[in-house]
């Protein structure tokens, strides 16, 4: 008899708003702490990460407005859907990415949230710098000579 895993359904949240808004420089995967409703709540794949960013205090990296509705299966003790919630790195990934947000025009954007093979929550995250109107023309045209190319094809 197969042993059967118990998180095989994938968990693949992903902020489609960030790479349109900014330009990517360089990411990261980060863990970060749940509460057990949370946990419950993001393996049914109510989260949203439309608002949220991430932001140092005291050394320690947190994201802010990441919304991860209550589980629906819980009465009394069910969670604030959009506290900070703490990311766990490494201390020199800590240190070289506050290094580099302290730099002007550069911020910490979540990318997406995903459970991994152990089960565990992880988000990822992209220190990444704000792009230009016109920036953002030029990739709307590339995502459309995108598409038209793969309607070609078929």
């Given at each position: 008899m197969a042993k059967t895993n118990?998180?095989?359904?994938?968990?693949?949240i992903k902020n489609k708003k960030a790479s349109f808004e900014y330009e990517f420089i360089d990411k990261y995967v980060a863990g970060i702490t749940l509460r057990g409703t949370e946990i419950k709540s993001l393996r049914e794949g109510k989260a949203s990460l439309t608002e949220a960013y991430c932001y140092f205090r005291k050394g320690e990296l947190f994201i802010?407005?990441?919304?991860?509705?209550p589980y629906s299966?819980?009465?009394y003790y069910n969670h604030d859907p959009?506290?900070?919630?703490?990311?766990?790195?490494?201390?020199q990934e800590l240190n070289k990415l506050e290094?580099?947000?302290?730099?002007?025009?550069?911020?910490?954007?979540?990318?997406?949230?995903?459970?991994?093979?152990?089960g565990l929550a992880k988000v990822e995250i992209a220190l990444a710098k704000g792009k230009k109107t016109h920036d953002k023309r030029q990739s709307i045209k590339e995502k459309d000579a995108k598409r038209?190319?793969?309607r070609m094809v078929l």
């Open positions: 118990r998180f095989e359904k994938t968990i693949n802010k407005q990441m919304h991860i509705a299966l819980t009465v959009v506290r900070e919630r703490k990311l766990l790195l490494n201390r290094s580099k947000f302290s730099e002007k025009g550069l911020s910490i954007v979540p990318v997406r949230v995903f459970i991994n093979d152990r038209d190319l793969q």
